[in-house]
């Protein structure tokens, strides 16, 4: 398929173990600081050691358009996508207003919006002027679907050599609900029923129209489960392939990568179909909105410790994660011990 090697580096076992320990011992009852246990002791696994580094953190934000808008299952115009690239790198929209206040770069990767965006802060790695109208034809080619995969690789890795120790993704990509949604139910043999949601807040008329669409695409499509490029190409978006490629190069170089909505979980399905064992190497973040979120990550066995009822995607609920991995380092740094207290529990 592609020059995927065969597995990826383990995570460390041993500093998962010696994390829980610590954990363990600080002066606060068992298993008392909750998800942010299991939050510190996934990220001790993932970087091989005690001394999590989270400090530099750049969220890499995605924009591309598709062609299935079109076919209104969105309720937000086309034009939307290319107006917050040019917001975000401007300080403006959601993410850029959390990631400044949590201390993250983001950097916009044009990766396939539907019009030039003129502004030297994007980053232009477009593949297309959108992707075609699924409906009628596969939403890209397969070598366009390897290719938003390598964009993504070679983003997180640029990232990683500018000394990042955290990547986030996000994305921009008015109807990528209704691509996202294709995605998962061709992955994980799920129904339109349970996958399909209200994205940028559709009316009810307008969201029966959509799973129709999406079930119509998926019957004249025939995604093939096993292949992932074949579904990216097929129902996906330039934006979902390059997440999933910083998914997949964040995991191969051991550097957590924190997911967002549910977008970034259709990249992830793209990327276990790779390595099934990928979820091992990424951060859950937040419960979106979006109806099939709950049974995808039940399905793959993540836990996010937000749910804040999110439906904004870009990299959002990624970036409020911040404040939690922030709040593990400080007690981690400053609780002391039960033994420094003298405390001993009875059996
Ligand atoms: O992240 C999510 O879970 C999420 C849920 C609903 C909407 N979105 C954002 O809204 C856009 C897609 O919504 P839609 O209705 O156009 O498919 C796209 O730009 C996403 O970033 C994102
Ligand atoms: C304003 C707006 C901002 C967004 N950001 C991501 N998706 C979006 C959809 C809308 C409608």
């Given amino acids: 398929m592609s020059n995927w090697s065969k597995t990826l580096p383990t995570v460390s076992k041993v500093d998962r173990h ?22 510190a002791i996934k990220l001790a696994g993932i970087e091989h050691t005690q001394q999590l580094k989270t400090s530099k953190r750049c969220c890499l934000v995605f924009a591309a358009d598709h ?12 034009k939307v996508t290319a107006i917050q690239a040019v917001n975000t790198v401007n300080g403006h929209t ?30 232009h790695r477009k593949i297309r002027y959108g992707t075609a109208n699924m409906m009628t034809q596969p939403a890209m080619s397969y070598q366009e679907a390897l290719r938003s995969i390598n964009i993504g690789r070679e983003q997180a890795d640029l990232a990683i050599r500018n000394g990042n120790d955290l990547l986030l993704i996000g994305e921009l990509g008015m109807a990528n609900t209704t691509a996202s949604s294709a995605i998962l139910a061709a992955a994980y043999g799920l129904s339109v029923q349970e996958i399909v949601g209200f994205g940028s807040a559709i009316s009810e008329k307008r969201y ?20 992932p490029i074949d579904i990216l190409s097929k129902v996906g978006g330039f934006e979902i392939g390059a997440n999933a490629g910083v998914i997949l190069e964040s995991a ?16 992830l399905s793209i990327a276990q179909k790779i390595y099934p064992n990928i979820t091992d190497y990424v951060i859950p973040s937040h419960l979106s909105h979006e109806k099939g979120m709950k049974i995808v990550l039940e399905k793959v066995g993540l836990h996010p410790i937000l749910d804040l009822h999110l439906a904004v995607g870009e990299g959002s609920g990624a ?23 003298h405390v001993g529990f009875v059996k």
Avoid: W, Y
Avoid at 67 to 78: D, E, F, K, Y
Avoid at 211 to 223: A, S, T, W, Y
Avoid at 319 to 341: K, S
């Fill in 18 to 39: 010696k994390m829980q320990v610590r954990l363990n011992h600080l002066c606060k009852p068992i298993g008392g600081l909750g998800k942010l246990e299991e939050l």
């Fill in 208 to 227: 029966q129209h959509k799973k129709r669409v999406i079930q119509e695409v998926l019957n004249r499509r025939q995604p093939d489960s096993n292949d």
């Fill in 252 to 267: 191969r170089q051991g550097i957590p990568v924190v997911l967002d909505g549910f977008i970034s979980i259709a990249a």
């Fill in 67 to 78: 062609g299935i808008v079109s076919l209104g299952v969105s309720a937000t115009p086309r």
């Fill in 319 to 341: 970036a409020l994660l911040l404040p939690m991995i922030d709040a593990i380092q400080a007690l981690l740094a400053n609780m002391n011990t039960l033994e420094d207290l």
């Fill in 94 to 123: 959601t993410i850029a207003s959390l990631a400044k206040q949590f201390n993250c770069d983001v950097k916009v990767i044009d990766v396939g919006v539907a019009e030039d965006l003129e502004n030297s802060k994007i980053i």
